[in-house]
Structure formats: structure tokens, C-alpha cells
């Protein structure tokens, strides 16, 4: 964060060349935001904020916060995902007193984001964009920053585990049904068929993310 604030200026020359100074967040005022999908997490322990010369204030708090997502995992494992992270102040109007800006563009944001990614875990971060707008409530319009993130999830996984046994076990039931094989070994290859189809399903509604709205479609077939 970065705001300024002219009361808070003096001249480098007349205090030893000091041109900025670390102060505890609380000594001026700061900026009050919020993250409006944020469901827990934990705080910054790091509230500081430095102080230039020319009333500029700079604050890098780290934050880790748990956000609540609508996924659409109809093409689970091969589905991309979109959510959204708003930050907002509802205690001054946009208008008058309050306005949040951009200071980079998405393209440099995204590139900053990527080099943060210390493992390479499920989800791969495809793209990010940035929405500006003003909020309406109680007739008041409140800034509102979004950072929509979208994710790639990574089907590697869940092909070999999953999708490529599933295909194989369908080949092996139409190899049986169709081969030359007597009735009693048919009936022996459909009963361990059964079973096999039965532990993929097992591991398969263990894997599955739930929804309520439309299951995966890997899980209607």
C-alpha cells in the first residue's frame, strides 16, 4: 500500500539527511481495507510502515487468508477456475474520500505472483486481471479493487490414477464379452471386472471435489 499524507513532511536537511523513517502502523493514519471473500486467517504480524520525506507512507503487510470460490468442476480433471479476491473499504465514500488505484498493471503483477509459487502443486496460475469499480450501498459508492485469478488444475495425477485403470478395466469387460472364452471364465472375469470397478469408484468419490449443483462429469459415467 502507498498513500500520502502533507501533514506528515519535513526537509532532509534539517534532521542529519534523514530522508525516511520505519514508524509503527498505528502512529499515523492508514488506510483501513478489507478482503470481502476472506472466510479466516491469520494476521500480519509485521505492522510497520515507512515514512518518506515528501509525506509518502509504503506498507508490505503478508497476509494469509482462506477465500471462499464457486468452482465448476463439470470437466474434472481438465477444468480451469476463476475466483475472485476483492479488497474494499466500506467506511469512506469513493467519491469524496476514499479511492484505491492500481500502482502496476496486471502483466507485471502476474510475473510478480508467479515467482512466489515455491512448489508446484495442483493448480497452475494461468492469468490474473484487475477490475476498478465503485460499489453502490446506502447510496454511497465505496472503491473496490478485484484481482481475478485464474487457475489451470494439473490432470496428471488423476489420469494415471484414475481415468487411464477405468479405460482399461472397459477394454478388459469388452475383451471377456467378445472372446472365446466358455461361460464359467466369462462369469469369473465379470465378477473380478465388478470388483475392480468397484475400488475405482471407491477412490474415485474420494478424489472428486463435491458440488451440488452439477457433478463432475468423470463422475456420471
Not at 479466516?40 to 518518506?52: A, H, I, R, S
Not at 515528501?54 to 487468508?65: A, E, L, M
Not at 477405468?166 to 465378477?191: H, R, W
Request: charged share 15%; with cysteine; hydrophobic share 40%.
Amino acid at each position: 500500500q502507498e498513500w500520502q499524507n502533507p501533514f506528515a513532511t519535513w526537509d532532509p536537511r534539517d534532521f542529519c539527511n534523514i530522508s525516511e523513517i520505519v514508524l509503527p502502523m498505528d502512529t499515523y493514519w492508514s488506510p483501513p481495507v478489507f478482503i470481502l471473500e476472506r472466510v479466516n486467517g491469520q494476521n500480519p504480524e509485521l505492522n510497520y510502515v515507512v515514512l518518506m520525506h515528501n509525506g509518502s507512507f509504503n506498507s508490505t503487510r503478508p497476509y494469509q487468508v482462506t477465500l471462499t470460490c464457486s468452482l465448476i468442476i463439470f470437466k474434472f480433471p481438465f477444468d480451469t477456475q476463476m475466483c475472485n479476491l476483492s479488497i474494499a473499504s466500506f467506511l469512506y465514500p469513493a467519491v469524496t474520500d476514499f479511492v484505491m488505484k492500481m500502482r502496476r498493471t496486471p502483466a507485471e503483477m502476474m510475473k510478480d505472483s508467479q515467482s512466489f509459487f515455491l512448489t508446484d502443486g495442483e493448480w497452475k496460475f494461468t492469468n490474473l486481471s484487475i477490475i476498478e469499480y465503485t460499489e453502490t450501498m446506502d447510496d454511497k459508492g465505496y472503491s473496490v479493487v478485484t484481482y481475478v485469478i485464474s487457475m489451470e488444475r494439473r490432470p496428471t495425477l488423476y489420469i494415471l490414477n484414475l481415468i487411464l485403470p477405468t479405460c482399461a478395466l472397459y477394454l478388459l469387460d469388452m475383451a471377456v464379452l467378445l472372446g472365446p472364452s466358455s461361460l464359467k471364465e466369462k462369469i469369473n472375469f465379470q465378477i473380478a471386472i465388478i470388483l475392480g470397478s468397484s475400488m475405482l469408484a471407491v477412490i474415485l468419490n474420494n478424489s472428486l471435489p463435491t458440488s451440488s449443483n452439477k457433478p463432475p462429469i468423470i463422475g456420471t459415467h
